[in-house]
């Protein structure tokens, strides 16, 4: 479950392609098997069909932003001195559906207020 954020999810689908809907049930954790989403691309192909993603242990509390040191930029923390713990994971990309919204034509309504 530590996985399962927009986040993440934006890691495995890449950089050509835009989070645009969770699914409730996925973002509320009540499905496990999959993390169903709505995606918007130009592309594709671009999209990949699954690989590997890794997700390390949290950082350790860093050192408190209100004392100023100067000798470190107060918004970040110093990188790890030795190798971080984690967990690696085999993604499978599955698109159920694909639109092309280019095709569709630009309909104009005629609203009607006549009672």
């Known amino acids: 479950m530590h996985g399962r954020t927009d986040e993440a999810a934006a890691k495995v689908i890449g950089r050509k392609c835009a989070i645009h809907y969770v699914e409730e049930y996925s973002r509320r954790g009540n499905y496990n098997r ?3 989403m709505w995606v918007w691309t130009d592309e594709p192909r671009a999209i ?3 690989g590997s993603f890794a997700i390390t242990d949290a950082d350790e509390e860093g ?10 930029d107060p918004l970040r ?5 030795e ?5 690696t994971y085999n993604v499978l990309v ?3 559906t ?3 919204l280019h095709t569709r034509k630009a ?4 609203w009607d207020y006549e009672v």
């Not at 923390?77 to 001195?81: F, K």
């Not at 190798?83 to 967990?87: A, Q, S, T």
Request: charged share 30%; hydrophobic share 20%.
């Open 94 to 96: 599955h698109v159920d």
């Open 107 to 110: 309909r104009a309504y005629k």
């Open 77 to 81: 923390n110093p990188p790890p001195s």
């Open 83 to 87: 190798p971080k713990n984690g967990w």
């Open 63 to 72: 050192l408190p932003t209100d004392i100023p040191l100067p000798e470190m």
């Open 34 to 36: 999959t993390y169903d």
């Open 98 to 100: 694909l639109e092309d």
């Open 48 to 50: 990949p069909r699954g």
